[in-house]
């Protein structure tokens, strides 16, 4: 992809944000998978004992991390691990696909872990996670198989093996 | 993100989804999920607006208790700008 395609795919992301009627044309032209049936795990545990993590796709990674690949017109299938033990301040967004100038002030708008520190410390929820995980939106064509087959999994495989209790998900 | 939040709740994990594209997860069908008619990189609103951001923290837990049906939406009536959050009360979760 072009530097100009990335040009344009900022410039639109941004109208999205101010005409909601072009944002529903663009949601209306995709096409995930439909699904049937719906996986379901109850809720076992009280909320003050148990331990969050979260999992957003608005593109939030580490500045010492590889970036999101925003040159692949069918987006970027793979994860980043974010370390809350790690400073706030070193973390920054890469996502060509929603204007997220806003989310760039404030990072807890897509992904709320200041919050969750907070609720951490009233006792409210009974620990945040360390590890939580970034991916970027807009994956299509055959990354989409990637995903559902590889590295989401994957991440669900180590949230489990983490012991977490409740994942919260946040898009971009 | 609602096919990542199926094969985590898949794995034994039980999950929420704040969703600001209804028809989306409409047709994704995450098993548990709040929506926001906020826009686009807003999911928990605007930027250094603490009480805002930890109502929808709120509802999203809310939720995540609430929900007893695969696949159910719950549409949050927060008016983005417009709603006062300074006076919204998270003393319910404790009772979760």
Redesign the interface.
Known sequence: MTTFSRFKNRFI?KL??RL?FL??RS??A???????E???????K???KSIVAL?T??GVHHRDQKAFDMKDPNGDPSFRVIDVTKPFAGLMITHDY???A??D??M???F?VD??R??EQE???GKLADAHYG?M?HIMGPH?HT??NKT??E???L??TAG????????? | MGLIQRAIEHIGIPTIGISIVREYTVKVKPPRTIYLRWPFGHPLGEPLKISQQRAVLAEAFKALYAIDKPGEIIDIPFKWKRQKYDNYSIEELKTF
């Open positions: 992301s999205l944000v909601p944002a529903k949601v209306a995709y096409h995930p998978p439909e699904s049937r719906i996986p379901w795990t109850p809720v076992a009280k909320l003050n999992v796709t608005a929603y204007d997220h806003d989310a002030r404030d807890n708008i897509v709320p919050r969750l907070e609720f006792g409210l929820i991916f939106g989409l995903l559902i989401a999994p991440v669900a495989h949230l489990k977490v209790d409740i994942v919260l998900l946040t898009p971009g």
